[in-house]
């Protein structure tokens, strides 16, 4: 089954305590995106990757890192999570960047920084 | 500023009943607008994409439109079931960029 998968579903961590978000995806596409949803913000981007070894900021990076370093895979890292980061957090993937292609989302994240 | 503003915020209707999202834009050079339908506690899952020469579009019983002039897309739901509740998010796209929508959180009672 075609599907981007995110783990974990659920954290609870302590500020500063670094985190990682792991998301695969099994479609062999070659964008993929890390968002987060807040009340009445919508969905925001936070980082994204057209390809390989290829990543950029998107409109809410700070405090955020990304790698890249193979197709499927597309980590969120947080170094040291703070309070305002806490957040529903969802990574999405899409055969190519710009909106042509639909893109296919993860079941998200939920994120709790006390 | 690129933007993208949809109505209403939320909506309650009852089972059986049709009702209409708006989704107006003001994202410049327009590439196309798609909605997607986000259950809760689920991500958002792609319905329709409209592009600049299309003015209509259905998907089982959801109709989009799209009046590129005013820069204003509808989405429409016929006879609604209890399985459509849930957030719409009109996403508007440029050449490099994804605007999204705040989206319209629709409750259908039986």
């Known amino acids: 089954e075609a599907q981007v998968t995110q783990n974990p579903r659920y954290l609870i961590t302590v500020t500063g305590k670094k985190l990682t978000v792991t998301c695969s995806q099994n479609m062999n596409h070659e964008y993929m995106s890390w968002y987060r949803q807040d009340p009445g913000l919508g969905l925001r981007q936070i980082y994204y990757s057209m390809n390989v070894e290829v990543t950029d900021k998107g409109d809410v990076p700070e405090g955020y890192k990304v790698s890249r370093k193979e197709k499927r895979n597309f980590p969120l890292i947080l170094e040291s999570p703070s309070p305002n980061q806490t957040s529903l957090y969802f990574c999405?993937?899409?055969?190519?960047?710009?909106?042509?292609?639909?893109?296919?989302f993860g079941d998200g994240t939920r994120l709790s920084i006390l | 500023k690129n933007q993208v503003e949809q109505s209403p915020q939320s909506l309650i209707i009852l089972e059986g009943k049709n009702c209409t999202l708006q989704c107006n834009y003001t994202v410049s050079p327009f590439s196309n607008l798609r909605w997607y339908k986000q259950d809760t506690g689920r991500g958002p899952v792609s319905l329709t994409i409209m592009t600049f020469s299309e003015n209509t579009k259905s998907n089982r019983r959801y109709t989009a439109t799209l009046d590129a002039d005013t820069k204003q897309s509808s989405l429409h739901i016929t006879a609604s079931q209890l399985s459509d509740s849930a957030s719409y998010i009109c996403v508007v796209s440029n050449t490099d960029k994804l605007i999204f929508g705040t989206g319209t959180r629709l409750q259908v009672f039986p």
């Open positions: 999405a993937s899409s055969l190519s960047g710009g909106g042509g292609q639909p893109q296919h």
